[in-house]
């Protein structure tokens, strides 16, 4: 927050209508705020006094490229909306986070020295805990616009179309600065020596390594994968920061839960180890999908959906589970003779003919098909409730 003395003056000159002692305020105002580290806030101080337009709104559709073969937009420029205090990062990633932020906010300083800020990132760990959104902060951080590459339209099934597509990626990276996310980026740079994979796959990861090595552009490219374990080995070193992320520690989940419930009336206290431990071992995503729907179960208890059988769409039910029937060869007559009076009914209907049918029958779930075996040899089981015996006529019979 701007000292007293600034507001003071800031209000003054602007209710005088006095410009230019207002821009001079308004200057010392977002210097201050940039001292405090407060960068997002100052950028948006600055666009408000300079009335610079974001960058990403002078770039029209045409401008965007897209897949030779089907016309598809190859990304898909976002507006950063979430802010640093959005996420819960550990410790190690945090500390790697700001001495990424503060080379970019200084990268004139490094250049004079002949060396450029970090702008090939690699984002790796289980789903849902934080890499996007990480990568959003990032440039919402540095006033930039997001652009976050669509693999589906990257992969072509045309020979060569993919290198292709990464090509043109690759340009408009260099056409402005703004921060390009490749999320499921092991779709493009899998492990080579993997005999299953085709050539064509094999080209497409070279043409990518050379594309890394090859670019100077000013933008940040940032990778983004569930399956580190299958990049390829000659990837890990075109980029030079690497943040793992983890599913929350326990002090995580318990500032996660600090954010998301900021200004929520509930009758807990987040200090509560039990309450903590219910959430252990998943992603940030998951804790807070629990936290919106509890909020809303509580608010408006009218909606409130059943979580076992959803109405808006059906489930199938996972089978039940059945202990053996008490009296398996009890079970197993009644089923033999079950089968006789079929026989006998279907050799009256169609004749005597020596042919093999199917039968349906209820056998009892945990049944076990060996009882029924050993009775009568003369009948296959094909599955839990049909078999297959002699009689007559091919015309299927079912019973």
Not at 90 to 96: F, L, T
Not at 183 to 197: G, H, N, P, Q, T
Not at 223 to 242: M, P
Request: aromatic share 6%.
């Amino acid at each position: 927050m701007a000292s007293s003395k600034l507001l003071r003056q800031l209000i003054k000159s602007g209710s005088e209508g006095n410009l230019e002692a207002f821009r001079s305020v308004s200057e010392e105002v977002i210097q201050e705020e940039r001292a405090k580290q407060h960068h997002l806030l100052a950028n948006d101080l600055e666009k408000i006094l300079y009335g610079r337009p974001l960058p990403y709104r002078h770039i029209g559709e045409n401008s965007v490229p897209s897949d030779k073969e089907r016309g598809l937009p190859l990304l898909a420029m976002k507006e950063p909306a979430r802010r640093l205090e959005d996420v819960i990062l550990s410790d190690e990633n945090r500390v790697q986070f700001d001495e990424i932020l503060a080379e970019h906010h200084h990268e004139d300083l490094l250049r004079s020295y002949g060396m450029e800020p970090a702008d090939k990132l690699l984002f790796c760990g289980p789903p849902g805990c934080g890499k996007t959104l990480t990568a959003e902060i990032l440039a919402s951080e540095l006033g930039r616009p997001l652009a976050v590459v669509r693999i589906d339209s990257v992969v072509s099934s045309y020979l060569g179309e993919t290198a292709a597509n990464l090509r043109k990626v690759f340009d408009f990276a260099s056409t402005m600065p703004m921060v390009m996310l490749f999320d499921e980026f092991d779709a493009v740079a899998k492990e080579r020596s993997d005999s299953a994979e085709h050539g064509e796959l094999k080209r497409v990861v070279n043409s990518v390594l050379q594309m890394m090595d090859a670019y100077q552009g000013r933008s940040i490219l940032i990778a983004a994968t569930n399956h580190e374990g299958i990049l390829d080995s000659a990837v890990w070193r075109r980029f030079e920061e690497v943040l793992v992320f983890e599913p929350p520690s326990t002090e995580q989940i318990r500032n996660l839960m600090g954010i998301k419930l900021r200004g929520v009336r509930r009758d807990f206290e987040l200090e509560s180890t039990k309450l903590v431990e219910l959430f252990k071992g998943t992603s940030h995503a998951d804790i807070e999908r629990v936290l919106r729907r509890a909020i809303m179960d509580e608010n408006y208890p009218h909606l409130k959906i059943s979580r076992e059988e959803p109405v808006n769409e059906r489930r199938p039910k996972p089978p039940p589970r059945f202990s053996p029937p008490e009296d398996p060869v009890a079970h197993a007559q009644a089923l033999q003779g079950s089968l006789q009076r079929a026989q006998e009914r279907a050799d009256e209907d169609i004749g005597g003919f020596d042919e093999r049918r199917l039968f349906r029958l209820e056998v009892q779930p945990g049944f076990n098909p060996d009882d029924i075996r050993r009775l009568a040899p003369g009948i296959e089981l094909i599955s839990q409730c049909l078999v297959l015996m002699s009689m007559g006529n091919d015309r299927s019979r079912t019973f």
